[in-house]
Nanobody
C-alpha cells in the first residue's frame, strides 16, 4: 500500500502565501503522476495542478500565474500558492498514480486532505 501524507494547510489572509507538501511512502516502484485537487463546500472536487515524470506541469486556469507545482527527487510533491484569494478556500487533496513493480498496473491513491482557508 501507499500512503500520501499532506501538510502545510492553514489560515492566511488574501494576498498571502502557503506551501503544501505531499509525501508518498510505501511499496512504490515508480510514480507516474502527482497532482493537487481541491474541494470547496458544496462543490465538486476540481483539478488544481498536476505534474508528470519529466516535470511537465498543468494548471487550472483559475490558479495559473499564482500557484506552482513541483516535485523533488524523492516522492514528494509541493504546491506553492501565492496571491491567495478567498475563492481558493477548500480542502486540498494530493493524488498520485503509481505502480509497485516494473510491469505493474497503475494505481491511484488520494491523500487525506488539508484545509486551506483564505480570509478577505
Amino acid at each position: 500500500q501507499v500512503q500520501l501524507v499532506e501538510s502545510g494547510g492553514g489560515l492566511v489572509q488574501a494576498g498571502g502565501s502557503l506551501r503544501l507538501s505531499c509525501a508518498a511512502s510505501g511499496s512504490i516502484f515508480s510514480i507516474k503522476f502527482m497532482g493537487w485537487y481541491r474541494q470547496a463546500p458544496g462543490k465538486q472536487r476540481e483539478l488544481v495542478a498536476t505534474i508528470i515524470n519529466g516535470g511537465s506541469a498543468n494548471y487550472a486556469d483559475s490558479v495559473k500565474g499564482r500557484f506552482t507545482i513541483s516535485r523533488d527527487n524523492a516522492n514528494t510533491v509541493y504546491l506553492q500558492m501565492d496571491s491567495l484569494k478567498p475563492e481558493d478556500t477548500a480542502v486540498y487533496y494530493c493524488y498520485s498514480v503509481w505502480s509497485n513493480a516494473a510491469n505493474g498496473a497503475p494505481i491511484g491513491s488520494w491523500g487525506q486532505g488539508t484545509q486551506v482557508t483564505v480570509s478577505p
